[in-house]
């Protein structure tokens, strides 16, 4: 009785002093970088910045969906001196609300399809640059007359990205230039007109020879800003124009369109990156998946020489969520934490692992698991403390490991989610293959074991086409195998080195089990 009445008291105490419970003080920021208003107060750089900035010939940061492109992106471009030199200059492009299809007029006739969007890209990419030194009154005889050309077209040097392909673009289909080589010396922006009425992009779309002429306009304008440009740059200041959330488009609907529009901007960074040699620096993110569906000359190539993989390692993880929790320790005037591990209110979990060490076999080693898992686990200590009928007292200083094991069925779901959405366009068969490993039920499975569900939902050709569909599996660790007499089960999101072998018996990822139902095997 008097055990009962203590604990009672005790609970009271914890909702009166509620405001210094853990769970009502803790956050993690938020899963979508876009949203975080915090992100530069505990931005922490797993070192891929340096590196592409570093090195000329780098123009991509690669990485999955949710590996935190945009947060890099982001910092970048609310931080730039942190990272570049004092006569840099940096604009940051995100695509979130970009005119994709005006964008989709401006092919170069009779290119390859990965060829047909360099020059309306190269475009884009001048036109930013040269917006930045006007703004920082870099002038020279060139950039005046570029400029002048500019407020012709946009009626203001200063055009936004929603300006720069939108309708005032279209009106470069009735542009008149000088003919020849354009003299720069002699140059009178009088000569530089647009002929005609307002031009829709319903007038483009339905008239070839509008489409011709917009995009012969648009190429004459490239060559003439990067003449201005390669005369005006010099080694002591680079310009860099960065991209990011390329895949807005990315859908069923425009999948082999924008994947023509993305290749060109490539194409557009390479021979940029290449003729300005260092001195005008087109960065793209990207996700690796899309990339790799990309048609383009030498791919692999291109990966390794001109991009860089955003991907994390457990100190790095364990660092960044460090960051964010003692930035809201510091502004909640409570205690910080020296390391991860005291984080938690036990030393171990299941199978004798930390705490941290059981949330990362959970995730796909991508900071977005992590702050979505933990978010859940403050919401389950949330739901306890607040429910009158669980009699259990909540830690007030740590985070629960029961709310860890308690959050994982939500967190399942989505993370399965999240692979739907990550590959639901370029390979809609995503879908069914987590159904066939569903309707399996187990934890393990043999390459005939996911045969037979599969042809419980539909033909299945051959046995290549099984293989194709482990080795997709393993690539995006939603599988994993043994090698050898090891009994580590080896998930690409973990090795990223290990390539896909066949094996008797394969192990569905961790975070999955819950959201797929399965259940796993006694050993008989």
């Known amino acids: 009785m008097i055990r009962e009445v203590a604990q009672h008291l005790e609970i009271e105490l914890n909702k009166f002093h509620g405001a210094t419970m853990i769970a009502n003080w803790i956050e993690f920021g938020q899963v979508s970088a876009e949203r975080d208003d915090n992100l530069?107060?505990?931005f922490f750089e797993n070192g891929v910045l340096q590196l592409v900035i570093g090195n000329r010939h780098q123009f991509l940061v690669l990485g999955r969906k949710g590996a935190g492109k945009t947060a890099v992106f982001k910092h970048l471009s609310e931080n730039p001196k942190k990272f570049l030199g004092p006569n840099d200059i940096a604009t940051s492009l995100s695509l979130q609300n970009y005119s994709w299809d005006v964008h989709s007029l401006l092919s170069t006739d009779g290119k390859a399809p990965s060829l047909a969007y360099i020059h309306s890209w190269?475009?884009?990419?001048?036109l930013f640059a040269l917006k930045e030194l006007i703004s920082k009154n870099i002038n020279s005889p060139k950039i005046k007359i570029a400029k002048q050309i500019i407020e012709k077209v946009y009626t203001s040097p200063f055009p936004k990205l929603g300006d720069v392909l939108g309708q005032k673009l279209l009106q470069l289909s009735k542009l008149k230039l000088p003919s020849g080589t354009l003299d720069f010396d002699g140059f009178e922006i009088d000569k530089v007109g647009m002929s005609g009425g307002e031009i829709t992009f319903s007038d483009v779309k339905k008239n070839n020879s509008l489409q011709i002429s917009l995009n012969r306009s648009l190429e004459r304008l490239s060559d003439i800003f990067e003449d201005a440009l390669l005369d005006t740059l010099g080694q002591e200041r680079r310009v860099f124009v960065t991209f990011d959330r390329i895949d807005e488009a990315w859908d069923s609907a425009s999948f082999e369109s924008s994947q023509r529009i993305i290749a060109g901007l490539i194409?557009?960074?390479?021979?940029?990156?290449?003729k300005f040699r260092g001195v005008l620096r087109p960065v793209i993110f990207l996700r690796e998946d899309i990339f790799d569906t990309l048609s383009l000359n030498d791919k692999n190539k291109l990966k390794s020489d001109c991009g860089q993989l955003l991907a994390w390692t457990k100190d790095g993880l364990s660092r960044m969520i460090l960051e964010r929790v003692n930035f809201f320790?510091?502004?909640?005037?409570?205690?910080?934490?020296?390391?991860?591990?005291?984080?938690?209110?036990?030393?171990?979990?299941?199978?004798?692992?930390?705490?941290?060490?059981?949330?990362?076999?959970?995730?796909?080693?991508?900071?977005?698991?992590?702050?979505?898992?933990?978010?859940?686990?403050?919401?389950?200590?949330?739901?306890?403390?607040?429910?009158?009928?669980?009699?259990d007292v909540?830690?007030?200083?740590?985070?629960?490991?029961?709310?860890?094991?308690?959050?994982?069925?939500?967190?399942?779901?989505?993370?399965?989610?999240?692979?739907?959405?990550?590959?639901?366009?370029?390979?809609p068969r995503i879908n069914t293959l987590f159904s066939a490993i569903q309707n399996h039920g187990a934890t393990t499975l043999t390459a005939e074991d996911l045969c037979n569900s599969l042809r419980q939902l539909e033909r299945i050709a051959s046995t290549r086409d099984i293989n194709a569909d482990l080795r997709f599996l393993f690539d995006n660790s939603i599988i994993g195998f043994r090698v050898g007499k090891s009994q580590q089960w080896k998930f690409k999101c973990f090795f990223t080195a290990q390539g896909f072998v066949e094996s008797a018996i394969y192990k569905v990822h961790d975070g999955l089990h819950s959201g797929l139902n399965l259940t796993e095997r006694r050993k008989s």
């Open 329 to 391: 320790a510091r502004k909640s005037n409570n205690s910080e934490f020296a390391d991860i591990d005291g984080l938690f209110d036990r030393n171990q979990m299941r199978q004798a692992r930390a705490p941290f060490d059981y949330i990362m076999l959970r995730t796909m080693l991508r900071p977005r698991d992590f702050i979505r898992l933990l978010q859940l686990v403050k919401e389950d200590m949330q739901n306890r403390q607040n429910n009158p009928f669980d009699k």
């Open 267 to 274: 194409g557009a960074a390479e021979a940029i990156s290449g």
């Open 394 to 427: 909540v830690n007030n200083e740590k985070l629960e490991c029961r709310s860890i094991y308690n959050a994982e069925a939500k967190y399942s779901d989505w993370l399965i989610q999240e692979i739907r959405d990550e590959w639901q366009v370029q390979f």
């Open 122 to 126: 190269k475009y884009v990419i001048y």
């Open 40 to 42: 530069s107060e505990y």
